[in-house]
C-alpha cells in the first residue's frame, strides 16, 4: 500500500511569513494527526482528526496555526504569522482506528522540515 | 496520567554487539507501549508493539522488547547490531481501554551509534 504523503519535504521562511504542509494519508485509514517534532525532542501532537472532525487540538496554537481536513481524507496545516521558534519537522500520521480500537499502529510520513529565520 | 522516559539520550555499540536501548513508562490504566524508529530524514516507522498479550515482543529487523509490569519498563534489545540499525529511536505510550481518543506520549528519543 501507499504510504502518507507529505510535502514539500523542505520550506524556508523569514519570520512573520505564512507556509502551509499537505498531508495525504494511506487510503481509507479515518484518523489524521499532525505532529511537531523539534530537534532532540519526541513528536508532540498538535492536531487529530477523525474523518474531518478535530477530535483534538489542545496543543495546536490557535493563533497562528489551523489545520483542515475538509473532505475526510487529505489535509494542510498552516502557520501565519511564523515564529523562530515553530522551526521543526512536522509530521503527518494516520491510522485505521475506530472507537474502542487500540491495536493499530500509526503511519508516519517523511515529513516536513521547516526552518524560520 | 501518562509518561514515558527513555533513560539514555544516546548509546553508542560495536557492529555485531548486543543492544540495550531503556525505556520506563507510567500510565494510570495497562497500557500500549510502542517502539518507533526514526532513520534521517525519515518518518517513524514501527518496530514492535506491546498490547496486553504476551510480554515478550518480536519486531521487525531482529529487535525485541520485554513488558515488565513489576518494572513499569519495556527495554529494547538486539542480539547483534548491523550498521543499519543507527537511527533515533522512540518509546511510546498510549493507554488502553482508548474510547478513541489514540493519544500517543512520545519519549525524547535515544539516538543509537554503531561503530564499525
Known amino acids: 500500500e501507499a504510504g502518507v504523503a507529505q510535502s514539500p519535504r523542505y520550506k524556508i521562511i523569514e519570520k512573520r511569513q505564512s507556509v502551509a504542509f499537505w498531508c495525504n494519508p494511506i487510503?481509507?485509514?479515518?484518523?489524521l494527526y499532525w505532529y511537531q517534532q523539534i530537534l532532540g525532542q519526541g513528536p508532540k501532537l498538535l492536531i487529530q482528526?477523525?474523518?474531518?472532525?478535530?477530535?483534538?487540538d489542545s496543543q495546536l496554537p490557535k493563533d497562528r496555526f489551523s489545520a483542515e481536513r475538509l473532505k475526510g481524507v487529505d489535509s494542510t496545516l498552516k502557520i501565519q504569522p511564523a515564529k523562530l521558534e515553530d522551526s521543526a519537522v512536522y509530521l503527518c500520521?494516520?491510522?485505521?482506528?475506530?472507537?474502542?480500537?487500540?491495536?493499530?499502529?500509526?503511519?508516519f510520513g517523511n515529513g516536513t522540515r521547516l526552518t524560520v529565520t | 496520567a501518562q509518561s514515558v522516559t527513555q533513560l539514555d539520550s544516546h548509546v553508542s555499540v560495536s557492529e555485531g554487539t548486543p543492544v540495550l536501548l531503556r525505556c520506563n513508562y507510567s500510565?494510570?490504566?495497562?497500557?500500549?507501549l510502542f517502539w518507533y524508529v526514526q532513520h534521517p530524514n525519515k518518518g517513524l516507522q514501527l518496530l514492535l508493539k506491546?498490547?496486553?498479550?504476551?510480554?515478550l515482543v518480536k519486531g521487525i529487523n531482529g529487535f525485541e522488547a520485554e513488558f515488565k509490569k513489576s518494572e513499569t519498563s519495556f527495554h529494547l534489545t538486539k542480539p547483534s547490531a548491523h550498521m543499519s540499525d543507527a537511527a533515533e529511536y522512540f518509546c511510546?505510550?498510549?493507554?488502553?481501554?482508548?474510547?478513541?481518543?489514540?493519544?500517543?506520549?512520545f519519549g525524547t528519543g535515544t539516538r543509537l551509534t554503531i561503530i564499525p
Open positions: 506491546y498490547t496486553s498479550a504476551a510480554t
Open positions: 487510503s481509507g485509514h479515518a484518523t
Open positions: 500510565s494510570s490504566y495497562s497500557p500500549s
Open positions: 500520521a494516520s491510522s485505521p482506528d475506530r472507537a474502542f480500537s487500540y491495536n493499530s499502529p500509526l503511519h
Open positions: 511510546v505510550v498510549r493507554p488502553t481501554p482508548n474510547f478513541g481518543n489514540e493519544k500517543l506520549t
Open positions: 482528526f477523525q474523518n474531518n472532525g478535530v477530535v483534538d
